[in-house]
């Protein structure tokens, strides 16, 4: 079982509401090899992929969590606005994208209703998108535009076990896939989340998109 470590930058203190409240994940673990270069600082529209990101997840989920591998120190020197967001360190996440789920999962706190998760290569969907997943409240929440399936992926507190139970070479999709008929897939007018940035060619697309 691959070990997580916590990354404490500083002290912290936060408030957090009586309401139902969902952890952000972001992983940010992998090598980009295809890229050339850590996906997690390149630009887009003024900001960092992982800047972004935590800014986006910020606006609906606390706390943040972002889990680091490849170079972290690299990574983590490039964050410009980290905010409160708690870094964890995959040891391992040459295992696969899911190594470092099952880190970011043990680090979701006790009382967080769920978590929405996404890999950092997904850094164009908007802050609405968020708040309709944890508006759902649903066990999976998954958006959907023009009927294609993208990211980020809201789960719930009691599916955590499940995911954290399997080999940390196996993939999410065992336990969403054991849960069809739970899931709930939200229509969204966004485009972004279907934006998987994995070479240089789709970084091109996106920043001419943009």
Not at 16 to 45: N, T
């Amino acid at each position: 079982m691959a070990l997580c470590v916590q990354i404490r930058l500083r002290k912290r203190i936060a408030v957090y509401s009586a309401e139902v409240s969902y952890a952000g994940l972001i992983l940010a673990a992998g090598e980009s090899s295809r890229m050339g270069s850590p996906k997690a600082l390149l630009d887009f529209r003024g900001e960092t992929f992982l800047d972004r990101l935590m800014r986006c997840l910020f606006t609906h989920c606390s706390p943040v969590i972002v889990v680091l591998g490849h170079q972290p120190e690299v990574v983590r020197a490039g964050v410009r606005s980290p905010g409160n967001a708690i870094f964890v360190l995959n040891p391992n996440y040459e295992l696969g994208q899911f190594s470092s789920l099952q880190c970011g999962l043990r680090a979701v706190p006790q009382w967080a209703a769920g978590v929405v998760f996404t890999p950092v290569d997904h850094p164009n969907f908007e802050p609405a998108t968020i708040a309709r997943l944890t508006e759902s409240q649903a066990p999976i929440a998954i958006p959907q535009y023009i009927g294609r399936h993208g990211h980020p992926v809201l789960v719930s507190r009691y599916l955590i076990p499940e995911f954290l139970a399997l080999a940390s070479t196996d993939q999410a999709r065992t336990v969403i896939h054991r849960h069809a008929g739970e899931i709930e897939y939200i229509n969204v007018a966004d485009a972004g989340v279907l934006d998987d940035i994995d070479d240089p060619e789709s970084y091109r697309r996106l920043i001419g998109a943009a």
